[in-house]
Nanobody, 126 residues
Framework: QVQLVESGGDLVQPGGSLWLSCTAS????????MSWVRQAPGKGLEWVAT????????IYNWSVKDRFTISRENAKNLLWLQMTRLSPDDAGVYFC???????????????????RGQGTQVRVSS
C-alpha cells in the first residue's frame, strides 16, 4: 500500500534552516508528481511546493519562493524540502502529498489512503 513518511522537523530559530525528507513506498514513485503541504496551528492545509515526476519542474507558493527548494531522488524514492530563512509564519506540520499522476495542480492531489503522510512538525521560535 502507499506509504509516505516525513522526517526532519525540529525547533529552529528565526532565520534558520531545515531539511525535510519524505520516504515513499508502495507505488512507482518516479511516475508521480509530489507536493509538500503544511498546516499551521488552527489553520487549514496550505500548499507549499510541487515537483514534477521527473524532477525537472518545480513550483512554489509565493510565500516560500526563493527560500524553499523542493527536490527528489527517484532512484531512492525520496522527496526533500530545503527550507531557509525560516520565520514563525513557516511553523506547522509539514506533509508530503502524492499526486494522482503527472499533473501538478492541487486538483491532482490523490485522496486515496496513504497519499499524505503523518507529517513532521516545524517550530520556529527564538
Amino acid at each position: 500500500q502507499v506509504q509516505l513518511v516525513e522526517s526532519g522537523g525540529d525547533l529552529v530559530q528565526p532565520g534558520g534552516s531545515l531539511w525535510l525528507s519524505c520516504t515513499a513506498s508502495g507505488f512507482r514513485f518516479e511516475d508521480y508528481a509530489m507536493s509538500w503541504v503544511r498546516q499551521a496551528p488552527g489553520k487549514g492545509l496550505e500548499w507549499v511546493a510541487t515537483i514534477s515526476s521527473g524532477g525537472g519542474t518545480d513550483i512554489y507558493n509565493w510565500s516560500v519562493k526563493d527560500r524553499f527548494t523542493i527536490s527528489r531522488e527517484n532512484a531512492k524514492n525520496l522527496l526533500w524540502l530545503q527550507m531557509t530563512r525560516l520565520s514563525p509564519d513557516d511553523a506547522g506540520v509539514y506533509f508530503c502529498q502524492k499526486h494522482i499522476g503527472e499533473g501538478m495542480e492541487r486538483s491532482d492531489w490523490s485522496r486515496r489512503p496513504g497519499s499524505r503522510g503523518q507529517g513532521t512538525q516545524v517550530r520556529v521560535s527564538s
